[in-house]
Every structure is written in C-alpha cells, then in structure tokens.
C-alpha cells in the first residue's frame, strides 16, 4: 500500500490544489478531512465532494460542532479567555479540535502523515502540529503552502491546468477563519494599522451605529455554563448560536487589535464574536456574585494564563490540564441568571440573582436593621494598615535623622 496522508481541507482553493500537489511531491495517497466547527459557508458533502473530485482517495466530513462547543468553547468561557484581554480565542480553540479528528482520521486511514494548509509566518501551524505531535507521536506533519512552495499563483494555475472544480477568480482581500465561537480576518488594507476596517470586513455582525431596539435576555449558567436563554433549555451550541444571532444584531463584540503572535511578529486582526463577548460578559459578572474574593483574584491570573497556553498551542500540555481542574473546581457555585442588555454594540449586564451567590443583602445594605457589625471595623483596619504603618515611621524616622 502507498503511503497516505491525511490533510486538513477547508474546500478552498489552497487545500483543493494542496491534494494533487502533496500528491505529486510525495507519491502519497490523500484523504481530505473536514471538520464543522460551525463555520457555516458551503455545504459539507459539497466539500466531500470536491475533495473526491480533486483527487483524493478518502474524504470525510466529521460534524464536531457539538463537541466543539461543549469542549473547548466552555472551558474558554469558564476561564474568561481573552488573549491580551481582547481576543476570545476563536481560531485558537477550533484547532486542537481539528486535530483530535485528523488524528483520529490518520489512525482510521492507515496515514503516516498529517497536512495543513498553515503559512509558515502564523500561530496555527504551531497550533496544528505541537498538537498532531502530542495525540500522534508517530505522526509526521507537513505543510505544502510552507514546506511544498505551494504559493496562490502556483495554485491558481494548478487548479487551472487541471480543470479543479473550484473558482480561482473569486479574489477574497482578506484571510478569514470562522467558527461559533467568532470569526476572524486580517491581511488586505487592514495590514495598514491606521486604516479602519470598511463594512464588507463584518459578517457576525451588524452595525452597531443604527441598532434596533434594545433586546433583553436572560442566560441562566449551570457550574458556568449556559444552560437556558429566557428560561427555554439550550444546548452549549444552541446557546453560542442564539446569542451569535441576538448580540450580532446589535454590532457587540466587534474587536481591532494588533496582536502578539507566538512567532514573534505583531499581527492587526480583526475580530467578530458576539455570542462569545456577551457570554463572557454574563460570565464574568455571575462570578462576581458567587465566587469567594481570594479564589476569585486567583482565578484571574489563572485565567490568563490558561488563555495564554491556549494561544501559545499548548491545549493539550500538562500544564493547561492542571489549570482546567483549578478553573473546573472554581465553577461549582457559578449558578444563577444574568439579565443582559444588548443594545448598539454593548452588551450591559442589568441584573442578577443566585441561589448559591455570596451576595449578603443584610451585610451590604446601608438600610437601617443591617446584621454588619460596624465596630468591628476599626480594629480590623489599624491591625491591617500596621505593616505599612511601621514602616513609614521607619522612613520618617530616617528622614529626620
Ligand atoms: N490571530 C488569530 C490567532 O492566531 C487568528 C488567526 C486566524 N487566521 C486568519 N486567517 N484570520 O488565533
């Protein structure tokens, strides 16, 4: 038997170009794997279908959105992911899903090699194969637009000198990757820092300037996870998808950074991901409400670290499963409903209420009849200021002398 390769295929016209091409470098048989993170677009059997056409011996389309959305959005949400306090991570968690499925594909197929569609310049080719190492030690890894030379032009007129079935005049500016969880796009003009991004650059959202009249919903969190909208029972998929659509009418979570990238060049990325920033929002503030002060500061710096590993390639290291069981036990009290107001681009917390929530009214009124005994308060305070306070007699001391 030949040898074979499993390659990632996105339908497009690198990764279409890419069967034939690994094909001819190799000598090696290519069964094309689809993975549906939610990226919508075309048809996944069309997909199959043309990879078939294409020249490939096997193709397969695996729907993982559910197993997306549960384990690996999730946890993102449960650990307030936002890299450089921004980005939720959207294309950082679709990969090791993918490559669960390549790998699990190569296994299936009999392939000694796993192939990306990755640039040499980016974060996903570290993503793709720090992870196909991980769950495939046995597995070797290529990239033909890195390691074959397999550059646009190369492509275009491979894919026309062999009559593909795929377009190769429809020129998109931009370089877009999209999941449930967001959507990203660089390159084109937005690689011009001071250019603002134009309105064909958005497609999760809608403008947030001329929004329609504000939406209030309520998203009831189960050990912080979303597990209702408006009191009707969802599925983690279902909820990133209703508060895609409800928060994306409302231009929320529309975010332009210049980004550090593993690889050590600064990157301008544009990002949409509604569902996730209003999430994230709703999350944060119910934390608020139920986690205890200390686990909660912790948590923080846990958080983003847990973020940072993420991006970094690192989702399948000891170190950020070490984390998840930190942040897993963090999430036992986070029950309870947050009622959010999505309106013109914000997506404003307006209320909140837990049944396991550390929010003492009696503690915290100011009403008369409080159970807070305010007398405690000056000793607490001169034993707590004390440290600081010998000290700057010290320096007073010093001063004089
Ligand atoms: N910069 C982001 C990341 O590394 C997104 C990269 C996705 N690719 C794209 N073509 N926009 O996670």
Redo the contacts with the bound molecule.
């Keep these: 038997m030949s040898d074979r390769v499993v390659l990632a295929y996105s339908g497009g016209l690198d990764t279409s170009v890419a069967i034939g091409w690994i094909g001819e470098a190799t000598g090696a048989e290519v069964i094309a794997v689809a993975v549906d993170v939610g990226q919508g677009g075309e048809d996944l059997e069309t997909i199959r279908r043309r990879a078939l056409d294409c020249g490939a011996v096997e193709a397969y389309v695996a729907d993982a959105r559910d197993e997306f959305a549960s384990e690996y959005c999730m946890p993102a949400l449960k650990a307030n992911g936002l890299y450089m306090d921004s980005?939720p991570?959207?294309?950082?968690v679709s990969r090791p899903v993918i490559v669960k499925h390549l790998v699990a594909a190569a296994q299936q197929f009999g392939a000694t090699t796993v192939a990306h569609g990755c640039t040499g310049k980016?974060?996903?080719q570290v993503r793709f194969e720090v992870g196909i190492q991980t769950l495939g030690p046995h597995l070797k890894c290529i990239a033909p637009v890195r390691d074959l030379a397999l550059t646009r032009e190369k492509a275009i007129s491979y894919a026309e000198k062999n009559d593909l079935p795929i377009a190769t005049t429809k020129k998109n500016p931009f370089?877009?990757?999209q999941n449930v969880w967001g959507r990203?796009?660089?390159?084109g003009f937005l690689e011009d820092i001071w250019n603002g991004p134009t309105k064909d650059v958005y497609d999760y959202t809608d403008d947030p300037t001329f929004p329609p009249g504000a939406d209030e919903v309520v998203i009831t969190f189960e050990k912080g996870a979303p597990v209702a909208l408006d009191g009707k029972p969802v599925s983690p998929l279902q909820a990133i998808q209703e508060m895609n659509r409800r928060a994306g009418a409302q231009g929320v979570g529309r975010i332009d950074i210049v980004?550090d990238?593993l690889v050590g060049i600064k990157?301008r990325?544009i990002y949409e991901a509604p569902g996730a920033m209003a999430l994230i929002a709703a999350h944060r503030e119910l934390e608020n409400v139920t986690v205890e002060r200390e686990q909660a500061r912790f948590k923080k710096t846990v958080g983003q670290r847990w973020t940072e590993l993420v991006?970094d390639g690192q989702w399948f290291s000891p170190l950020k499963k070490s984390l998840d069981v930190f942040i897993e036990d963090t999430q036992k009290y986070v029950n309870g409903d947050i009622r959010m107001e999505l309106h013109g681009g914000r997506a404003t917390v307006t209320g909140r209420r837990s049944d396991t929530g550390l929010y003492d009214f009696n503690l915290a009124t100011y009403d008369e009849g409080d159970s807070f005994d305010q007398s405690n308060a000056r000793g607490f305070i001169e034993l707590f200021g004390m440290s600081s306070k010998v000290a700057s007699r010290r320096e007073q001391g010093l001063a004089g002398n």
């Design positions: 980005y991570l959207v294309s950082a980016g974060n996903d370089s877009i990757d990203a796009v660089e390159t980004e990238r990157s990325e991006y």
